[in-house]
């Protein structure tokens, strides 16, 4: 089992930005990885994912704006997010295979 830490989430106003991070307790270099986040009332959802092997996939709704990447060498993933809109609001996981970490809230707000 692998503890995920996420952190850098807050209160920000639309068209700011936020770099959420995740550092995991165990290596992530043969894991895919993936942020996922949930709003209130509604399903968690995958925003983005770094494969193993290098490659990403982005949500249709934060294609352009946010940018998954990694360092491997020290355990973190990073969710960088820009052009932030109000329904960017919810609550940001981290996730290892099955592993989840605790949440980082992300409010976009005038």
């Known amino acids: 089992q692998v503890q995920l830490v996420e952190s850098g989430g807050g209160l920000v106003q639309p068209g700011g930005s936020l770099r959420l991070s995740c550092v995991a307790s165990r290596s992530i270099f043969m894991y895919d990885m993936g942020w996922y986040r949930q709003a209130p009332g509604k399903q968690r959802e995958l925003v983005a994912a770094?494969?193993?092997?290098?490659?990403?996939n982005y949500a249709d709704s934060v294609k352009g704006r946010f940018t998954i990447s990694r360092d491997n060498a020290k355990n973190l993933v990073y969710l960088q997010m820009n052009s932030l809109k109000p329904e960017d609001t919810a609550v940001y996981y981290c996730k290892r295979a099955g592993d989840w970490g605790q949440g980082t809230q992300v409010t976009v707000s005038s």
């Open positions: 770094s494969s193993s092997s290098g490659s990403t």
